[in-house]
């Protein structure tokens, strides 16, 4: 397999499926159903409104929703982020992060939460650092893909192209970022963004620096 390069990893926020936004008409508010329950959201900025409109349609990059990002529209993207983010860290749970890939082949896994209390936030792994899958990380077929899931984490984790679940595939043993960047014929920064989101996910474990060889 070739190695493609001059691609870069894409991150993308939805809402779950089964999330309904309604307008609450006593406080100009918002409503918000699922699964979990109920969540309000009172005045909301016009910013919000909109991403989560888009959200609830499929998958966005936030980045579309903010204002340009120029160098004169700059404060305006920081007070944008500084509104937006907040309402969507509140709402972690309800929200589906999807990892898609600049190729336009479509997304490579997606984050969904399986309880209220499940905050997620990709993490920066060190290269050198071992990490494989956590040993009761189950992984199934499904019409949609294979799925990972684990009894600890409140997350599941949907794997929808083959490159992702080679990067999975290579967790089976204890292995750097470094080394599956090497291994991979994927750009380096997706690679790295695969492995991020299933580390942030709970379904891998940290096993400390290689032993040097003798």
Known sequence: MSRVVGSRAVHLWSLHEDVVV??????????????????????????????LRR?????????????????????????ACLVLLPVLDRLSHLIVRTLSWEDLRGPLL???????????????????????LIGDVSLTLEKAGFALACATSPHRVQLHRPEAVWVVGLLAWPATPSDASSVLP?????????????????????????????
């Open 55 to 79: 959200m609830e349609l499929g998958p966005v990059l936030l980045a579309n929703v903010l204002p340009c990002a120029s160098a004169a529209a700059e404060d305006a993207t920081e007070g």
């Open 186 to 214: 994927l750009p380096p920064e997706v690679t790295q963004a695969v492995l991020s989101y299933l580390a942030a996910a709970g379904m891998t474990e940290d096993c400390g620096e290689p032993v040097p060889r003798a």
């Open 110 to 132: 997606s984050v969904v939460s399986t309880s209220k209390d499940a905050p997620f936030a990709p993490v920066a792994l060190s290269a050198r650092r071992l990490i494989r």
């Open 22 to 51: 309604e307008e609450d008409a006593t406080d100009q508010g918002l409503v918000l159903r699922s699964r979990f329950g109920t969540e309000r959201i009172s005045r909301p900025d016009p910013l919000v409104r909109e991403a």
